[in-house]
């Protein structure tokens, strides 16, 4: 990540510094206790909403949310629910998502949504309350040390030593986790400090020696960039979600139309670019299209954007793009040359790198176009080829439901005009596949850590962020399963986010992997009842209605459409449990690995 406890040159565990102290330069106001203090910096920073679940720890904090006219709490009915729709509040909006947690167990609950939004680049703040300050370290009730356990898997993180230090470091945390590349940020508060009195000066200015997020690219090393695109053939974009979280989608869809080269994204990517544009290739990878594979690996330039070159989009990593160019240009210094050694390394702001190579191009002659190109003939022709010779399908069906069809029908139902969160699994890669995204942020996924259970929470994240969208998860059985109780939350709160269950009554993707390599072998991946294997179970319809939230069952073809509709009309939170076959397979699969030589198509 951009930065550590490390690189910011100063131990949050420690008191002000009296250098820090001149750093508080607002007003004071009236005596607060310490949770008040932390809220009214909250409000300072413009959060509207925080999920949050109270314990022994935290409680003086939720007595001051109570009280405050800015800002929503939500009640998530577990940590993991808070913290996954904290995340997806960031992911829609750029903006940090907020959550929080009493100690012990309530903090060690937050861990997984914090490891996602490190793995994926997602601002977020996550709260802890902690045990009192005489107490840490003597292993009291409920006491764990989430600041150490959580030190790999934060941008940065604070432990509260004192009161006077609350403004400072709610202002630094909310800066550290949305400037350059983003990430979440930990503040861990003993419950003593909540309690004390003080009369705070709130933060204008910001002092951190040692942290510079945002590179620029000089034009001379961005003008050897335009000189390769003008020496070779067979040039393609490889993007990813750095472009989403730096702002820089028009900035890349203006580079690829003046330039005429084809884009490729990364799952994290997806949105970035929109994928019913000549120029998508949709996203490449283990289950990407074999187009986007093929090109990116023939390609003679690989113009590297904002990615980390993933093992699941480059496969056996040494033979990746082994014969092209690659340029990487990223904001984080860590990842260039981190997995792949490239040719041209720029380390930049991608807003500001895209920007600067338009104006070249458009100084240089290049007109956009979106259609008629008149640039790399022969290479068009290529992809054009592998296109018509790959597409992506699925052995369409006259009654039973394939997962594949159900999607597709959604995007159709939507226009595409939709926010789509997923669970992890096969149909996590189907939604990819098959509802084309146009727009940034319209593709809410755990990409890089693959969380079960991030669906259904990310879709209520989502809809309050962006209330004005439908928002639907797109989910399996066993996903959506694992955080169900947060049904109740979208219920008590009003919050209209849809559920679409594609249920096979397996672990569909490991299912898959056990029919591929494991001679059909079932290690523990069957999810309904074992006694009465045909069953459907769990009853998603009675759990639901326990909840108060409308469920349908579709198990025919012919009244999915219609089941569709009235999810999409429904004011309220909704659940469709559409019945699909386990024994259908994402394709393309490139195994673990192998190369995109490799590629599975049948």
Known sequence: MTTSSDTLNFNPAQKASPNRSDALSGPAVGSMNGAECLVACLEREGVEVIFAYPGGASMPIHQALTKSKKIRTILPRHEQGGVFAAEAYGRATGRPGVCMATSGPGATNLVTGIADAFMDSIPMVAITGQVPQHMIGTGAFQETDVFGMTLPIVKHSYLVWSIEDIPRIVHEAFHIASTGRPGPVLIDIPKNIQNQLTTPRFVDSLNLPGYAPIPLAQDEILAEVFRLIKAHDKPMLYCGGGVISGNASAELLEFAERAQIPVATTLMGIGCFPETHPLSLKWLGMHGTVYANNAVNEADLLLAVGVRFDDRVTGKVEKFAEHGTIIHIDIDNSEINKNKVVKLPILSDLKHALSRLNKMLAESGFERRRNNFNRHHDWFR????????????????????????????????????????????????????????????????????????????????????????????????????????????????????????????????????????????????????????????????EMCKGFGVTCERVIFKKDLRAALQRMLDSEEPYVLDVMVPYTEHVLPMIPSGMTYKDIITE
């Open 382 to 541: 290529q992809i054009d080829e592998w296109r018509k010779a790959y597409p992506l399908k699925f052995a369409d069906t006259e009654d039973a439901i394939q997962p594949q069809y159900a999607i597709r029908l959604l995007y159709e139902l939507t226009g595409g005009d939709a926010i789509i969160t997923t669970g992890v699994g096969q149909h996590q890669m189907w939604a990819g596949q098959f509802f084309d995204f146009d727009t940034p942020r319209s593709f809410l996924t755990s990409a890089g850590l693959g969380a079960m259970g991030f669906g259904y929470p990310a879709a209520i994240g989502a809809k309050i962020a962006r209330p004005d969208k439908q928002v639907i998860d797109i989910d399996g059985d066993g996903s959506f399963l694992m955080n169900i109780q947060e049904l109740a939350t979208a219920h008590i709160e009003k919050i209209a986010a849809k559920a679409l269950i594609l249920n096979n009554q397996h672990l569909g993707m490991v299912v898959q992997w056990e029919d591929r390599f494991y001679q059909s072998n079932r290690g523990h991946t069957f999810l309904g009842d074992p006694r009465n294997p045909r069953r459907i179970y769990p009853d998603y319809v």
